[in-house]
């Protein structure tokens, strides 16, 4: 099939420019297949670079052209474009193939693929699991949904391992990854603008299963699991106590071990990541490299020293014995619980919680129970502030604030020591702030600033 719809013959336009539309230009020019260029905004991102590299490339900006679309063979889409956008779906019904830059990739590579998705954690997991592999000597190749576009990692050549993050948009468009192992971590209410249901979106992510040899699975979250043939084999993770061949945390005192069945790997105050959600990721770090062959010691090696990602349960700064941390990549309700449940059930203290912006129509009523359980005080900002003060009935003390300044002066007041305050917003950035990585930098800069910290007291 692959080599049948690569020919030469065959007509493509690029849907969606940007880093990864730009990816897809240089892959197919590379290849010397024939391909236009589609975008819906007047100056989309990576336009100029476009026109610079490849002037002879037709490119149509503006809108979307029917009769380009309905007359191509193959459409390469960019995530961020719907397979259900009528556009899309009239080429479809006209014949078109639509594909993006994940299947372009899967047609490709040589070498095995880890592939991670997940509403939550997959950009930590996906580098840490890169991480071990470069630890055990591999020459290893990390991208996707995360750094390096993945047709950019095929430029390098000579990969043994690729580990991919991959979105449940980049999923829609991939036809034939058949990973060597491949995971769904969690999932949770996201993108409920994109996705009619629940339905849709958890039908999205399981296609990463499809194919794989080995699926790795969250035994606490049954959407997880894989809708496979009982011959594809499988492991499971869980912050229980596991299964024989499986991997959890067993409690010993006050000491928490990841384990693999009744084996004990690692004691968790070894680790520098925080929390429960964390040491879940890390036994499905483990898990999925068990799965590819990288030895347990290069593993363990990794998780003593790991730190974690900007913006994901980020340490920011402690003063007077409150901890502040930066979770500013939480941009939905589920990644919140986590840091809430993670973080919360392993200090003696309380969280201060920073949260609100742009919920993208999500139902916040899954905060009530961890906020109720956890949380001392909640401060609230940006246009969704009302909509999850009101999901959590009022359960704890919440004040708002019309700036991050505001909210960090509000949290220095209600913390107590043994307290953590965590900007965690369970809503994206857009209505006040660039990005989430804006948002969190912006966070980071003014905590040290509010508390007076000299930069060279961090570490």
């Known amino acids: 099939m692959g080599s049948e719809l690569i020919a030469s013959s065959c007509s493509r336009v690029v849907v969606g420019l940007g880093k990864t539309g730009l990816s897809c230009v240089r892959y197919l020019s590379s290849k010397q297949l024939p391909f236009k260029v589609m975008d819906t905004r007047d100056q989309p991102p990576g ?33 961020g474009i719907a397979v259900a956008e009528p556009a899309i779906a009239e080429a479809i019904v006209a014949g078109a193939h639509v594909v993006g830059d994940i299947e372009l990739f899967c047609r490709e590579a040589k070498a095995p693929i880890v592939a991670i998705t997940g509403s939550n954690g997959k950009s930590t997991v996906t580098t840490l699991l890169g991480e071990m592999a470069e630890e055990a000597g591999l020459s290893v190749g990390v991208g996707g949904n995360i750094g390096i576009p993945a047709l950019e990692l ?6 043994e391992l690729y580990i991919l993050e991959l979105s449940s948009f980049q999923l829609e468009t991939t036809h034939s990854l058949e990973a060597a192992a491949a995971t769904v971590l969690n999932l949770s209410p996201d993108h409920m603008d994109r996705y009619p249901s629940m339905v849709e979106y958890h039908q999205a992510k399981q296609r990463i299963y499809k194919g794989c040899k080995s699926a790795v699975y969250n035994k606490q979250d049954a ?49 520098k990541l925080c929390g429960q959600h964390n040491q879940t990721n890390a036994l499905s ?30 340490w920011v700064a402690e003063r007077d014995g409150v901890v502040w941390i930066n979770d500013s990549k939480a941009t939905n309700v ?21 949260a609100g912006g742009d919920g993208k129509d999500a139902d916040f009523s899954d905060l009530e129970q961890p906020v109720s359980q956890y949380v001392r005080t909640l401060v609230l900002m940006g246009r969704d502030a009302p909509a999850i003060e009101q999901a959590v009935e009022h359960s704890v003390s919440s004040e708002y604030a019309r700036d991050l300044g505001e909210a960090i002066a509000a949290s220095a007041r209600a913390s107590q020591p043994g307290d953590i305050v965590l900007l965690a917003p369970a809503c994206a950035s857009f209505d006040m702030f660039a990005s989430f990585e804006q948002r969190g930098d912006l966070f980071r800069q003014q905590v040290v600033e509010f508390l007076g910290i000299d930069r060279q007291e961090l570490p």
Request: hydrophobic content about 40%; overall charge negative; glycine content about 12%.
């Open 47 to 79: 336009i100029d670079q476009l026109r610079k590299e490849f002037p002879d490339v037709e490119v149509h900006t503006g809108g979307f052209n029917q009769n380009w679309l309905n007359s191509a063979d193959e459409l390469v889409v960019s995530p």
């Open 154 to 159: 095929l430029e390098d050549g000579g990969k």
């Open 223 to 271: 959407l997880t699991t894989p809708l496979l043939p009982v011959a594809v084999s499988g492991v499971a993770f869980t912050a229980g106590k596991p299964d024989l061949n499986d991997y959890g945390l067993l409690q010993e005192g006050d000491t928490t071990w990841l384990c693999k069945g009744v084996e004990r790997l690692l004691d968790c105050s070894q680790m």
């Open 285 to 314: 770090a483990l898990a999925l490299g068990e799965q590819v062959g990288i030895p347990l010691s290069a593993m363990l090696e990794v998780l003593k020293r790991f730190t974690g990602l900007k913006h994901r349960c980020e």
């Open 334 to 354: 589920g990644a919140t619980v986590a840091a809430i449940e993670g973080l919360g059930s392993t200090i003696k203290g309380k969280l201060v919680l920073i």
